[in-house]
């Protein structure tokens, strides 16, 4: 009789959907290649000249976003140190909160940064960055009348203002305020 209630119990165990399945193999990891290089600077504030601790320094293959990227964060003293690179060409950025974010060789905002060559074995140092304070201007845009300008925060919609010969002045330079009207 309990091998019966056994049998069945066995039976009714492989029938059920959740019965457990061989699992597939684990996939094979990529490795990351290794190399010898080393790259290494310091990052401060462009308006003081002070250390920027705890900036986060980017350095990448030429292509762009790829898995071989790699990050580290600066020291009390502003420098950083990227070790074992592989040979092959790169791109860095460097960014930290309130900064603008730079890339290496830009030397103006929204411009493309340098690529650069990097050997085996190399030793780049003095790969510096002074990041400039970031700010943000913020108001309403009137018409004439005082009416506010539908769109007005549309970065086209202030290029075609541009574009077509109007401008922006000032309305008010008393007040706390900024208020823009757009003038024909």
């Not at 791109?91 to 340098?114: D, F, I, N, S, V």
């Not at 506010?148 to 401008?167: F, H, I, T």
């Amino acid at each position: 009789m309990n091998q019966a209630r056994a049998a069945v119990f066995t039976l009714a165990i492989a029938a059920t959907p959740w019965a457990v399945h061989a699992q597939a193999p684990a996939r094979d990891r990529t490795v990351l290649p290794t190399g010898t290089a080393v790259v290494s600077g310091r990052i401060t504030a462009a308006d003081t000249g002070r250390p920027l601790r705890r900036a986060e320094v980017m350095i990448y293959t030429q292509d762009g976003f790829n898995p071989d990227a790699h990050s580290v964060n600066t020291g009390l003293d502003g420098s950083y140190e990227f070790r074992n690179l592989p040979a092959g060409r790169y791109k860095m950025e460097a960014r930290h909160a309130g900064y603008l974010t730079l890339q290496y060789g830009q030397r103006r905002p929204l411009e493309q940064g340098k690529p650069f060559e990097l050997r085996d074995k190399q030793l780049i140092e003095h790969v510096d960055f002074a990041l400039p304070r970031m700010s943000a201007i913020t108001g309403r845009i009137t018409d004439e009348a005082g009416d506010p300008v539908a769109g007005a925060n549309d970065p086209e919609y202030l290029e075609s203002l541009r574009r077509y010969g109007q401008k922006l002045k000032l309305a008010d330079a008393a007040t706390q305020t900024i208020q823009l009207r757009v003038v024909q």
